[in-house]
């Protein structure tokens, strides 16, 4: 390290390293950084626009917890009653928390306070939106396989925390409107036999609404969760950057290597620009949009709903479960089971869950223990592109539902009418979605097949000698037909013959035989169009079969 730290001047004197080359060779000397920073700053990373996706989730995180800090500075989380006598004029001598009045504080009398709070709130909402996308992004693509699994628990994880904490801090200016979803939530809770009634009596402090409420989602919202997606953030990206990252297929791409630019300077300076980009984006629409006009609905009152109340877009999928939900009950034993709210509480959690544990079922069901790094077009995984689009259907139906006063109000419909067509579309969209998906990616499939063998339809019309008019094809590129035809097409699992050469049964447990129906109905023949061999792709180019 001496050596390399003295240079020679012109006259031959040693010159003396400058400060920073010093400090570089102090730290190196004691943390060996050097040797890590040469081999981890030259990461070789693939370019896609779809990977910004991630980006998105990760720069929205961070401008939650700056203007999440700021908040916290005059945020007083207090259910203690006092009269308002501030700049809002139309609240003045309204008897509120303490909570609802540091929110008006915020708004009106500290400087820069609205905006900051319109700022969180934006960036709330593009966060679990940005996740949404980005995992549906990995679904689709098969970027959730091996080595990844833990990966995808992770960002599933991220997920379902950052709803949880969105409910929180949505609840925490005890405004009218959020003081509605607090007591909506409180009514699901209860649902719950036998435990129902001690978890609301144990969050809300007693009967509702209670005093300890605030004061118990402040620490949950600001340090609890907020710590807990940190931690889980921070070994994402270590995962992210410990696994070669996941790249399409094409020319040059394989298991082994990776097509892209390095971490540093290129991909760096990338994601800066692009940070700077996000959080101008999350400051204008801060500024120029409203989001939760809190003064607008006043201070929570228990006997009092607001109209038109809808939580945030990612808690309508759990709601509209329960608003369509037909009003069964149970009585038995002297107690009442509302099985009209616990039942589509339950469900909420339970597909969540199944998201989480699907690339382990995956894994079961294909007996795939290969490493994947070339992500799959969603074409070529018909059945799991089925899935994902009937999910995504389920749960913009169920946002119809969650905002059925909304949409009845807007659209002059009735609201029966609404709640019937959600529990209709609740069984028959999704099915109808996964049917249509499946051959739209099977006619893609045959196409892809089709554009191998013959070229590209060029648009140019020949007419031949003997008078035929002919469209003329360009054949392909190699790199292109390469993408066209470098994914693998497993074959599904079999249980094999029940009796084998001497006439002895073999004894199939249920688990293999429920593994052979899942693998032929996600790998079956009816799920995949062969690709072309060489052998087919010779004989018509041998015969000009390319016009």
């Known amino acids: 390290m001496g050596a390399r730290s003295v240079g020679a001047g012109r006259n031959g004197r040693p010159v003396r390293p400058a400060k920073g080359e010093r400090l570089a060779d102090w730290a190196d000397g004691r943390l060996g950084l050097y040797p890590m920073a040469k081999t981890n700053l030259r990461k070789v990373f693939p370019d896609h626009w779809s990977f910004m996706l991630g980006e998105v989730c990760l720069y929205s995180f961070i401008v939650l917890i700056l203007t999440g800090v700021y908040l916290t500075l005059f945020f007083e989380p207090s259910g203690i009653e006092v009269v308002y006598n501030g700049s809002y004029e139309p609240l003045n001598g309204v008897i509120m928390t303490r909570a609802y009045e540091s929110t008006l504080d915020i708004s009106f009398d500290v400087r820069g306070g609205l905006l900051i709070r319109q700022i969180h709130h934006w960036a709330a909402l593009v966060f679990v939106a940005g996740m949404l996308v980005h995992m549906m992004r990995v679904f689709f693509t098969g970027a959730f396989r091996k080595p990844r699994e833990v990966n995808w628990v992770f960002g599933w994880t991220l997920l379902f925390l950052g709803i949880i904490t969105g409910l929180t801090g949505y609840s925490l200016p005890d405004d009218l409107l959020s003081g509605t979803g607090v007591r909506f939530a409180q009514g699901a809770?209860?649902?719950?036999?036998?435990?129902?009634?001690?978890?609301?009596?144990?969050?809300?402090?007693?009967?509702?609404?209670?005093?300890?409420?605030?004061?118990?989602?402040?620490?949950?919202?600001?340090?609890?969760?907020?710590?807990?997606?940190?931690?889980?953030?921070?070994?994402?990206?270590?995962?992210?950057?410990?696994?070669?990252?996941?790249?399409?297929?094409?020319?040059?791409?394989?298991?082994?290597?990776?097509?892209g630019m390095p971490f540093m300077p290129v991909y760096m300076a990338k994601a800066g620009g692009f940070f700077f980009l996000v959080f101008g984006v999350l400051s204008m629409m801060g500024a120029i949009a409203t989001v939760n006009p809190v003064w607008a609905f006043g201070p929570y009152r228990p006997d009092v709903v607001t109209t038109g109340a809808q939580p945030d877009w990612y808690l309508g999928f759990s709601e509209g479960l329960i608003r369509v939900m037909p009003g069964w009950?149970?009585?038995?034993?002297?107690?009442?089971?509302?099985?009209?709210?616990?039942?589509?509480?339950?469900?909420f959690p339970l597909i969540m869950l199944a998201i989480g544990v699907y690339p382990f079922i995956e894994a079961w069901i294909t007996g795939d223990t290969r490493e994947h790094h070339i992500l799959d077009r969603p074409r070529n995984a018909p059945t799991r592109t089925g899935l994902g689009v009937a999910w995504l259907s389920l749960y913009g139906v169920l946002l119809i539902g969650g905002g059925n006063d909304i949409v009845a109000t807007h659209l002059h419909l009735s609201i029966n009418s609404i709640t019937w067509f959600v529990r209709i579309s609740f069984f028959a969209v999704p099915v109808l979605a996964f049917v249509v998906t499946r051959r739209i990616c099977m006619g893609l499939q045959r196409r892809d097949r089709d554009k191998v063998l013959h070229g590209r339809e060029s648009g140019t019309i020949k007419r031949l000698p003997h008078g035929e008019f002919v469209e003329v094809h360009e054949p392909l590129t190699q790199a292109q037909r390469f993408a066209l035809t470098q994914h693998d097409q497993a074959t599904p699992y079999e249980v094999g013959p029940l009796v084998d050469a001497n006439g002895v049964t073999r004894r199939v447990g249920p688990s293999r035989k429920l593994r052979a129906r899942l693998a032929r109905a996600m790998y079956g023949p009816d799920t995949q169009i062969p690709k072309p061999t060489a052998e087919e792709y010779r004989e018509l180019t041998s015969e000009d079969h390319h016009h």
């Open 189 to 259: 809770i209860l649902s719950v036999p036998v435990v129902g009634t001690y978890l609301s009596f144990f969050l809300f402090g007693g009967e509702f609404p209670g005093h300890d409420i605030i004061p118990r989602f402040f620490p949950i919202h600001v340090l609890l969760l907020p710590g807990i997606m940190l931690g889980l953030v921070v070994a994402h990206l270590i995962l992210v950057f410990y696994h070669k990252h996941t790249q399409y297929p094409g020319a040059g791409r394989d298991q082994k290597s990776v097509v």
């Open 329 to 347: 009950e149970i009585n038995a034993f002297g107690h009442t089971l509302a099985l009209g709210v616990f039942i589509p509480f339950s469900l």
